[in-house]
């Protein structure tokens, strides 16, 4: 593959909230595990396993677990005042259902993949990855499961697939219904289907104001008195992709 047909890759892929029913073959969904199950990881421990989910009950539990996690993302963005919610939950309570629409739009996916992480398999890696040295302890288990996690949607979007990356915030409720045993966890949830509307393109910051030559600008810092320009900032792109969204599901 060349540089322009990589960044081409990458700048298609993007979250897909909303899909069309169509089923997906079973080859479509057994070449994206392939790519994924060479992603990197600390000492080649591989920590990930997947569960793929396509019956309909099964489904339908899933997302009812998953409805307990949005009730508290919720709650918990109305904390904050209104221009640094997340923009998916930047909705008054009587609107509630909006931010539900936004978030939850992934239900109708023809296959959710379920990526499972066991924390013991990281003992493949080095010991100073697993330790706390000065208070400095390094995450390669969270940055093994980061890499799967990418491979996942850039192969879905090179086969011409929608995805998105769901997190998790409880366990029980899933493994109830997955039957995933002790001490293994749900990582998070990818649905994949044929996107049921056309994104607009990636809003990133500047490339220029993310990179430094051989030492830190510190001019480019982010200090206290403008980090909130900063969330302005990054509150304001997110906001781009969400109205992208909502527009297009007009359409449908």
Partial sequence: MKYDELLELLRYRRSIRVFKPD???????????????????????????????????????????????????????????PRYRHPAFNVPPEEKDKARQMVC?????????????????MFGSVLAARSDLNGESLSVFASSMGHVSMILHLAAAALGLGSQ???????????QILKYPEPSRLSFIVPVGYRAYQPGPPHRLPLKS??????????????DDNFLEYLDKIRALGRLGYED????????
Avoid at 110 to 121: C, L, S, T
Avoid at 212 to 220: A, V
Avoid at 245 to 252: G, H, I, M, S
């Fill in 23 to 81: 089923p997906i073959p079973d080859e479509s969904i057994m070449k994206i595990l392939d790519a994924a199950h060479y992603a990197m990881s600390g000492g080649n421990s591989q920590p990930w396993e997947f569960i793929v989910v396509k019956d309909a009950k099964i489904k339908e539990g899933i997302f009812n677990a998953y409805l307990a996690n949005f009730e508290l993302t919720y709650h918990l963005e109305q904390q904050r005042a």
């Fill in 105 to 121: 739009g992934w239900k109708d996916a023809p296959v959710y993949i379920m990526v499972v992480e066991d924390g013991r398999k």
């Fill in 165 to 175: 990356r769901v997190d998790v915030c409880t366990q029980e409720s899933y493994r």
């Fill in 210 to 223: 993310l990179v430094h030559f051989d030492q830190y600008d510190t001019s480019k810092a982010i200090r």
């Fill in 245 to 252: 969204e909502t527009a297009a599901r007009k359409k449908l």
